[in-house]
């Protein structure tokens, strides 16, 4: 069995200005899955830089309320809600509030900091 809690990451800067604690990389973690997943907080009033992945990526809201952009489409998104966003396209999203808007994001294939590119800060 392969465990391991949210208490026990380390949280570090994103470079879309998310605060992460990366929860499973199947590539990094030796486990036979090819995503990555990480635990996102954003601070209640904090608009995410925009940035575009090369991978798939599907964010799932745990906690706030926030806005989120993806290309030329923004929603309004809070607890329980799922946003899948393609590969390559244009996002950021904002903490609304009143509280920090947390949410899981599971990258496929799994994260790697070359398939990342800032926007705009």
Do not use: N
């Amino acid at each position: 069995m392969w465990h391991r809690s949210l208490a026990s990451t380390h949280e570090f800067p994103g470079g879309d200005g998310t605060r992460l604690r990366e929860l499973l990389h199947g590539p990094k973690d030796h486990v036979a899955a090819r995503y990555s997943i990480a635990h996102a907080r954003l601070a209640q009033g904090v608009t995410s830089r925009l940035h575009r992945l090369t991978s798939s990526e599907v964010y799932y809201i745990l906690a706030g309320r926030g806005r989120m952009e993806i290309d030329s489409d923004t929603r309004d998104v809070q607890i329980g809600d799922t946003i899948y966003i393609p590969p390559q396209a244009s996002q950021r999203i904002t903490a609304l509030g009143p509280d920090d808007l947390e949410f899981l994001c599971i990258v496929d294939p799994a994260w790697r900091p070359e398939d990342e590119k800032i926007l705009a800060e």
